[in-house]
């Protein structure tokens, strides 16, 4: 009996010692391939950088899908018992660049669409659609002519409305020339203090057309599994301040697993003719207030923001 006891004692410990080895093995293995992994992995990033600094023309995409629904029946407790609520949105940051020795031609296009809906059961009037709340449409186009590799001379056309509601009512087209400057890798800085912006809407007595200045600064790009994209396009009115308007927009995404992951977008604007225009839409004649104008309206920042999944084009 003794002697059976010692030896499945010592078979045992054969075995844990036989798993350790093993263990000790494979992870020094593991070790060496991760090392091989991380080399081959440095050479395919070396080829990349050698391949994007090629000219021709580089092409990609990225956005934001965010949403949610909801359905309540009978449920007492908030003032609507019976109701059903759902909000959709997305957004699309999408660019096509052909990139020469001596030119550059760069596209850029960027639309943040949302929908929401309230749809109280118990009241037959109210509205069971999903209503647009955000409505953003960009898209632009630069071509210069390079003086050397940060300097370039340049023309500009840049579009922006609404697409949902109010098509081109206002809608602004920016057409100007003047410089680029490229400082760093990705950063795109314009300045056109020749530019006209043209502006199409019905309500003529607040939305003018103006010539001005044009500055728009554009920072693209992606390290590894995050994608983000900031834009600042903004415009001078040589002829009143009241016309001038900027636009600053940023997306970031995070890739999770394969082209999916999470992203978040937000946006601020300032235009005092869309503020007037408002205002003018919710005045009351018959009320005390004054009728808005420039100088009395409130201005207040717009902005908007998204968040939710990313897919990655």
């Known amino acids: 009996m003794t002697k059976k006891l010692l030896f499945t004692t010592v078979l045992m410990l054969s075995i844990s010692f036989g798993f350790s080895q093993t263990k000790e093995e494979l992870e020094a293995q593991k070790a060496e391939k991760q090392a091989e992994a991380d080399a081959a992995q440095a050479e395919a990033n070396a080829l990349q950088a050698q391949i994007d600094a090629l000219p021709g023309w580089r092409v990609g ?6 949403g949610s629904l909801s359905n309540f029946n009978n449920w007492y407790a908030q ?30 296009l960027n639309t943040n669409l949302n929908w ?3 749809d109280n059961k118990d009241d037959p009037t109210d ?19 390079k003086l050397s590799e940060k300097f370039a001379i340049s ?14 009512d206002p809608g602004y087209l920016d057409v100007g020339v003047g410089a ?9 800085v314009v300045i056109h203090p020749l530019n006209y912006n ?22 693209t790009r992606q390290i590894g599994a995050i994608a983000f994209k900031s834009n600042l396009s903004m415009f001078q009115s040589y002829k009143s301040g009241d016309l001038s308007n900027w636009t600053w927009t940023n997306s970031f995404s995070y890739t999770l697993w394969k082209s999916i992951g999470v992203g978040f977008d937000f946006g601020l604007r300032n235009n005092k003719q869309e503020a007037l225009n408002f205002a003018l839409s919710q005045y009351d004649p018959m009320g005390t207030a004054a009728q808005p104008t420039f100088d009395n309206v409130d201005n207040d920042l717009q902005s908007y923001y998204t968040l939710g999944l990313t897919y990655q084009f």
């Open 79 to 108: 003032g609507a018992p019976n109701n059903s609520s759902g909000t959709i949105g997305f957004t699309v940051n999408g660019y096509a660049n052909l990139i020469q020795d001596k030119f550059f031609w760069r596209n850029a």
């Open 180 to 188: 680029t400057w490229t400082p760093i890798e990705n950063l795109i």
């Open 116 to 118: 929401t809906k309230l």
């Open 127 to 145: 509205s069971d659609d999903f209503e647009p709340t955000t409505d953003v449409f960009n898209i632009s186009s630069l071509y210069g002519r």
């Open 198 to 219: 043209f502006v199409f809407a019905e309500n003529d007595a607040v939305f003018e057309s103006s010539l001005g200045a044009k500055i728009v600064a554009d920072y």
């Open 155 to 168: 023309g500009l056309m840049e579009y922006r409305t609404t697409i949902l509601n109010n098509f081109n």
């Open 61 to 66: 995409a990225f956005g934001v899908i965010g």
